[in-house]
Each structure stands twice: as C-alpha cells, then as structure tokens.
C-alpha cells in the first residue's frame, strides 16, 4: 500500500474516533472522497477502526464513528456514564438507557420506517415512557416477561411511576433526576451533547449522526428490550381495539 494511502487513511480514522464527521461538505470534503473513491483507503479505515472497536456509518453523504457494543476503548462504562449523566446508581443509569429506547421510538416506527416525527418536546417524551411502562405493570395486557426480564423491567417501571410529572412549569424546567420530566430533559441534554440531537427552542431534532446510528448499529444491537417493547405496543394496541 503506497504511503500516501497509510497517510490518508489514518487522517481519516483519527477524526472519526476524535467525534468529528467527515462528509462531502465541509473541511473533511477532501477526506471523504479518498475513503468514498479510494479502495485501499477505505479497506484500512475500516480495518483500524475495528481496531479501535469503532463502527463507521454513512448517511446522507456524511461517515459517522461509533463505539461498538461492549466497545472497552470509545465506549462509556456505567461509572463513566453515570458521572457523565450526573447519576448515583446503576438503577438511575438503566431508568436513562429506557428513555432513550423511548426517544428512539418517537422517532422511528421501526429502522426501516421513514420518520414519522420531526421533534419531540419533553412532554412528548415522558407520555412515550409512560405508556410503555403501562404495559410492564399492567398484567391484563398479556405482556409475556421471563422471571428476570419482569424484575428488571417492573423496576424501572415503577422507578419511573414513582416520580412527580414536573416539580415546575416545563418553561422553567432543569434538567434534573427529581421529576419525570427533569429526568427526560438530563437525558436529551447529554444527547445533544453527543451530537444525536439538536436542541432549537425546547424542541429535539434528530441529527445526522443520530440516524445513522439508529439505521445502523442499532438496528445490528436492537436485541430483546425492542422485541418486548414492540411486543407491550401492539398487545395494548389490541387490548383497546376489544
């Protein structure tokens, strides 16, 4: 592999992992077009960033890093992500993971779905969690747990039940782990700061990077919890149709 290919390669995997985004628009245009053109660059991008336990994604024109699951380079340990969410216990930790599971869902009926929302306010996220956790706590709707996945997720349901609507008007709120809604907006704030989300006046926009992650390594990743929710949305679908 000529030197120049090593050079750009490694340009390239050295601003994925950093978090930026190389895209044919913009400063990294150049880059992009070696890894989008170039076959030899594009092969050792992705070979080093496996190496990292990073993903590339492309959507709309734009190349996207992500951490792998269980990803012990790039990706964030419960302890980090507590401290970075400003959490006490691992419970508060998956209560967050939940939320956005249910943020996701706001926006995507599945991955291969178009967008059927634009944004989400707070509001319209905590409705989102609360009636999928109706569906954990409420028998009669034939929502099928095994012995774990009903204590781990009747927890979270009732650690969410147990909090307050709001402690203040949604116009004054804070991000904080007091209120249903204080929760939602910690959670949509540390989003925004990982570029998923953009915030415009106390409306959540998907960004780029969002959907790429979504339509991608989530859709790898999506695993048990989206087969329960999905399962708890149609049999209370069906449950009010009786």
Same mark, same amino acid.
């Given at each position: 592999? =000529? #030197?120049?290919?090593i050079e750009k390669?490694?340009?390239i995997?050295?601003?994925?992992?950093?978090g930026?985004? *190389?895209?044919? /628009?913009?400063?990294?245009a150049?880059?992009?077009?070696?890894?989008?053109?170039n076959?030899?660059?594009?092969? +050792?991008?992705?070979?080093?960033?496996?190496?990292?336990e990073?993903?590339?994604y492309?959507?709309?024109n734009s190349?996207?890093?992500?951490?792998?699951?269980?990803?012990?380079?790039?990706?964030? #340990?419960?302890?980090?992500?507590?401290?970075?969410?400003?959490?006490?216990?691992?419970? =508060?930790?998956?209560?967050a993971?939940?939320?956005?599971?249910?943020?996701? +869902?706001?926006?995507?009926t599945?991955?291969?779905?178009?967008?059927?929302?634009?944004?989400?306010?707070?509001?319209?996220?905590v409705? !989102?969690?609360? %009636?999928t956790?109706?569906?954990? *706590?409420?028998?009669? @709707?034939?929502?099928?747990?095994s012995?774990?996945?009903? @204590? &781990?997720?009747? #927890?979270?349901?009732l &650690?969410w039940?147990?909090?307050?609507?709001a402690?203040?008007?949604?116009s004054?709120? $804070?991000?904080?782990?007091?209120? !249903?809604?204080?929760?939602? !907006?910690?959670?949509?704030?540390?989003? *925004?700061? /990982?570029?998923?989300l953009?915030d415009? /006046?106390?409306?959540?926009?998907?960004t780029?990077?969002?959907r790429? *992650?979504?339509? @991608?390594?989530? %859709?790898?990743? $999506?695993?048990?919890?989206? =087969?329960?929710?999905d399962? #708890?949305?149609e049999?209370? %679908? =069906?449950?009010?149709? %009786?």
């Amino acid at each position: 592999m =000529e #030197s120049r290919n090593i050079e750009k390669a490694l340009e390239i995997s050295a601003k994925l992992a950093a978090g930026e985004t *190389v895209s044919e /628009q913009g400063t990294n245009a150049a880059l992009y077009q070696e890894y989008s053109t170039n076959p030899e660059v594009y092969d +050792m991008v992705l070979l080093s960033l496996k190496k990292m336990e990073l993903s590339v994604y492309e959507y709309n024109n734009s190349l996207f890093a992500a951490p792998k699951a269980h990803g012990s380079l790039f990706g964030y #340990s419960n302890e980090a992500l507590r401290r970075e969410l400003g959490l006490r216990t691992n419970g =508060e930790l998956y209560l967050a993971y939940f939320i956005i599971y249910n943020i996701i +869902m706001e926006f995507y009926t599945d991955t291969i779905s178009a967008t059927y929302a634009e944004f989400v306010r707070v509001e319209d996220i905590v409705r !989102k969690v609360d %009636d999928t956790t109706a569906g954990i *706590v409420d028998k009669k @709707n034939g929502f099928v747990l095994s012995e774990i996945e009903e @204590n &781990s997720f009747r #927890s979270l349901a009732l &650690s969410w039940d147990s909090l307050p609507a709001a402690t203040v008007e949604l116009s004054e709120l $804070r991000a904080a782990k007091n209120s !249903k809604s204080g929760f939602v !907006k910690l959670v949509c704030n540390f989003l *925004v700061s /990982q570029q998923l989300l953009s915030d415009n /006046q106390e409306r959540y926009y998907p960004t780029d990077r969002f959907r790429a *992650v979504v339509e @991608n390594y989530f %859709d790898e990743s $999506r695993g048990r919890i989206m =087969e329960l929710l999905d399962q #708890s949305g149609e049999e209370r %679908d =069906e449950h009010a149709a %009786d």
